[in-house]
């Protein structure tokens, strides 16, 4: 006779084979600081819809702040252009001369 693993989903509680869960990572979430591991069934996470397609930004004014928006949002006020002639974010600006 084979032994059969079970696992009980972090979601709902529901008991189940461990063959038919998956890993959900929660990388982030305004309740916790570093990433969150859930064992759960597809079925229990199937009606979220995948954004896709998003631009994380940081917003500094005295506090950084980040936030995502959809691709074509951003594209309503910043075309890609724009976006890949931008200088990096380390290093001196393109252009910079010390003075001498």
């Known amino acids: 006779m084979a032994i059969v693993s079970r696992m009980i989903s972090d979601l709902t509680g529901t008991e189940a084979d461990k063959s038919e869960f998956v890993k959900l990572v929660v990388r982030q979430h305004p309740a916790v600081d ?3 591991s859930l064992d759960v069934l597809p079925s229990e996470i199937a009606g979220l819809e995948e ?3 998003l631009v994380v930004l940081e917003l500094v004014n005295g506090q950084k702040r980040q936030f995502a928006v959809t691709l074509a949002n951003f594209r ?3 075309p890609d252009e724009i976006v890949r002639h931008a200088p990096g974010t380390r290093g001196r600006r393109p ?5 001498a």
Request: with cysteine; glycine share 14%; hydrophobic share 20%.
């Open 95 to 99: 252009g910079f001369r010390p003075h």
């Open 76 to 78: 309503t006020v910043c």
């Open 51 to 53: 954004a896709g397609d």
């Open 34 to 36: 570093e990433p969150k």
